[in-house]
């Protein structure tokens, strides 16, 4: 028999008869490893620990400490939520079942959707199958016996008939089920422990809305009890924070049937938030040498063939709409999915010189882009988006420089204003790209160079750049700890050709200017939505649509509860006063309801010493009496700091 060299993490080297398993390779190096074994990363692909090693590899047995694992023991996680399922619904047609971030989940052709108390009984039916510790058998399969298999699914038959000509097929069993897969698996199904059904939900076969609708079960799956504990605490978190509900709650914003679904109804407190997001932005941008502009909502479409958005982007955009009266036919307008190409055109409107770059040109525009209506979710993800948006235009040694000034408007509009952690990586240049070596080689130095002058750490997806320039990806970590896809700076050397934009240089030579994109915010609809789960609806004071709430004790007070609102509104603050005929507790209840940062009780005493008897939001019932003048000083500071909490630091 010949053998083969195993070459482990330490670098050691293992002759082995071929064939042999991971299993095999970890009892030989200890009992401990073979106990906790649950895969095998055999070169670069991970492997189920029975299946034989024919070839000289780098391989290494993983555990629970390697996350490659733990994504093994989640989708192995949907093979046992699917193997009871078929257990309790015989019937059932089997969709995909994938590891996803947290979790897994399985889709289920079934009559009827699943009910919270199905949930819990197929949860039951997992811990039994778990208990009955089936081990998962591997088997190579062909075609036909792969149809054969799967005769009574047609799911399966057409994921089989998509398969390559060439493709080995595989399928898996573990006890009473069999499925097509390209594993790997744990060893038996006994290795799960911890884990939990989540929710069902309606999910079109293949994420296709022509095709049937299929039931989805989600599910988490952990090594450990108390990650599986604290991920379910910030779940819960998570939904006690959910902007859809705090949004309705606080009387934020809809969404209307009428108006249709991804299209944001911002009411008078979100449309607040919204506009004061908004000239933060465009405040920072004309302190930072932005000029704003402002361009049309509809396009001919003309404009989106020259960018090269179309036809390769049509699906994402609005299908084209007739030309306006006295216009060709055969002319058709587009409504815009993106602000870049008339930025473009704004450049080349006039002859540019060197000495006129960097020109950095902003606009808070609405966007409109045909999502699919599966993937559409609150505020996070619409139709309509309204994009603080710019493009720089620059030579290429001004890149360094303008990606660090992008850097310091995120510092200061995303992590100090509202207590983010950011988290930064670069894309570098795709095996297909636009543009020699050489530019690449300093456009990607110049992103480098510019995070670590600002003293960033960042990570490297190599080759996961654009075809057309690199880009530096920022995700912020909210309050409970969650990742949120944040701004993009993303360089353009395509864009700036299509539309022929030069400058004269300092050779009386035309050059190509590099364009920068880059969003801050992102939209104001995914940022707002962030920070009401961030700050769980309650604003920093500057941003908290009602700053103050004036309560008289009773009526004897009224008049004087809104001679004192009228001096805060003076001062530039958002005041309400509610002098309904209620009791005071239900009044100041429903003032922390509405997560107003400030309650100011008005009684007889405050009357008299022109002071109020303040209540904080998040201090509980504590009182503090203050002279009007005093607390209007303390607030318009809060507000002119943006002061994170109503007492601030
Ligand atoms: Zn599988
Ligand atoms: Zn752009």
Redesign the pocket.
Known sequence: MSSIRLTLPDGSVREVPAGTTGRELAESIGPGLAKAALAVRVGGKVWDLSRPIESDAPVAILTDKNPEALEVLRHSSAHILATAVRELFPGAGIGFGPPIEDGFYYDFDVSRPFTPEDIERIERQMGEVTKRDFPFVREVVTRDEANRRFADDPLKLERISELGPDETITIYTDGPFTDLCRGPHVPSTGRLKHFKLLHAAGAYWRGDEKRQMLQRIYGTAWFKKEDLDAYLRQLEEARKRDHRVLGKQLDLFSISEIVGPGLILWHPKGAMIKWLLTRAVEDDNLASGYDLVSTPTVTREELFYISGHLPLYGANQYPPMAAGAGESEETRYRVKP???PM?ALIYKSQQRSYRDLPIRLSEVANLYRNEKSGTLHGMLRVRGLSMD???IFCTLDQVEEEIFLCLDQVDRLVRQTFGFELDFEISTRPEERLGGDEIWDRAEEMLERALKRKGIDYRIDAGGGAFYGPKIDIKFRDAIGRLWQGPTI?L?FN?PARFELEYTGADNKAHQPV?I???IYGTLERFTGNLIEHFAGAFPVWLAPEQVRVIPISDAQAEAACGIARRLKTAGLRVHVDDRNETLNYRIREGEVAKVPYMAVIGQREVESDSLALRVRGAGKKQEVMPVEAFVAKVTDEVRRRALAPYGD
């Open positions: 993106m602000n870049c930025h948006d710019a493009h993303q353009d864009l364009m994109h880059r969003a």
